[in-house]
């Protein structure tokens, strides 16, 4: 049981940090005046956000399993 409780832990910490890193790229992108370069992060900061929702539903399918 504890195993679970640290994996959903660090599934919710991974999660968090996909999305900090999303808001870092886009913070990047905004300050950035080379038009590549923007673009660039806000692909990365799109691509962050795309790895946050499928995590976020690889965790709901998990607690809907009952894997918590």
Known sequence: ???QVT???DLH???D???ADAEDCDL???LAT???KRATFRRLAAQFREMAEQ???DIAARTA???T
Do not use: F, V
Request: hydrophobic share 55%; charged share 35%; net charge neutral.
């Open 1 to 3: 049981m504890a195993r």
């Open 7 to 9: 994996l959903m832990k």
């Open 13 to 15: 910490d991974e999660l």
């Open 17 to 19: 940090k996909l999305l």
């Open 28 to 30: 990047i992108a905004s």
């Open 34 to 36: 080379d038009l590549a």
């Open 55 to 57: 995590l976020k539903a």
């Open 65 to 67: 399993s009952g894997e």
